[in-house]
T-cell receptor, first 115, second 110 residues
Framework: NAGVMQNPRHLVRRRGQEARLRCSPM?????VYWYRQLPEEGLKFMVY????????ESGMPKERFSAEFPKEGPSILRIQQVVRGDSAAYFC?????????????FGQGTRLTVV | DAKTTQPTSMDCAEGRAANLPCNHS???????VYWYRQIHSQGPQYIIH???NNETNEMASLIITEDRKSSTLILPHATLRDTAVYYC???????????FGQGTTLQVKP
């Protein structure tokens, strides 16, 4: 059973471009979470999705950021018109169910660098 | 904000037990205590979680006080590869999202 797969592992974008980060959850997991870790800081929750639904996006910046988890395919975190402050490691986690009773498994992250 | 407080850093001698404390005095009755660790810049790694009973797995033991206001993660025989930032997290019972604090940086020394 493959773990949570994120790609690309490293992404370089120029200011103003779009960044698309992909996350394939573990097999059988229908809950996906995205977290961001700025340099030298802790992880911050961004968004929680189930298939085709955004459940909690309280940690997402209001502009330029969006996330989806379609019925088929990976979850996508999309950042439009990137700025230098978006440079960070973005981690995806998945779990088989919610309710705070089960652990979440994390991917190895996508390191976004905006130049 | 994180619902836990942990010491900023700790040292442990290789081969000895590492005991990492965590306070979560505002924990609700249906919230679990989770421990994760992050080695260097890798993705966080799940260690263990519990509700009220003590738990043990191949990685660690989790001791939760009877009033559930604090807990201790025990790595029975720390190795150099256990050097990492350890996060104690109270999981939201309705969403499962994790609110990370600053964690404890554990340095295992030879």
């Amino acid at each position: 059973n493959a773990g949570v797969m994120q790609n690309p592992r490293h992404l370089v974008r120029r200011r103003g471009q779009e960044a698309r980060l992909r996350c394939s959850p573990m097999k059988g997991h229908s809950h996906v979470y995205w977290y961001r870790q700025l340099p030298e800081e802790g992880l911050k929750f961004m968004v929680y999705l189930q298939k085709e639904n955004i459940i909690d996006e309280s940690g997402m910046p209001k502009e330029r950021f969006s996330a989806e988890f379609p019925k088929e395919g990976p979850s996508i975190l999309r950042i439009q018109q990137v700025v230098r402050g978006d440079s960070a490691a973005y981690f995806c986690a998945s779990s088989p169910n919610t309710g705070g009773k089960t652990e979440a498994f994390f991917g190895q992250g996508t390191r976004l660098t905006v130049v | 904000d994180a619902k836990t407080t942990q010491p900023t850093s700790m040292d442990c001698a290789e081969g000895r037990a590492a005991n990492l404390p965590c306070n979560h005095s505002t924990i609700s009755g249906n919230e679990y205590v989770y421990w994760y660790r992050q080695i260097h810049s890798q993705g966080p790694q799940y260690i263990i979680h519990g509700l009220k009973n003590n738990e043990t797995n191949e990685m660690a033991s989790l001791i939760i006080t009877e009033d559930r206001k604090s807990s201790t993660l025990i790595l029975p025989h720390a190795t150099l590869r256990d050097t990492a930032v350890y996060y104690c997290i109270v999981g939201e019972s309705n969403t499962g999202k994790l609110i990370f604090g600053q964690g404890t940086t554990l340095q295992v020394k030879p």
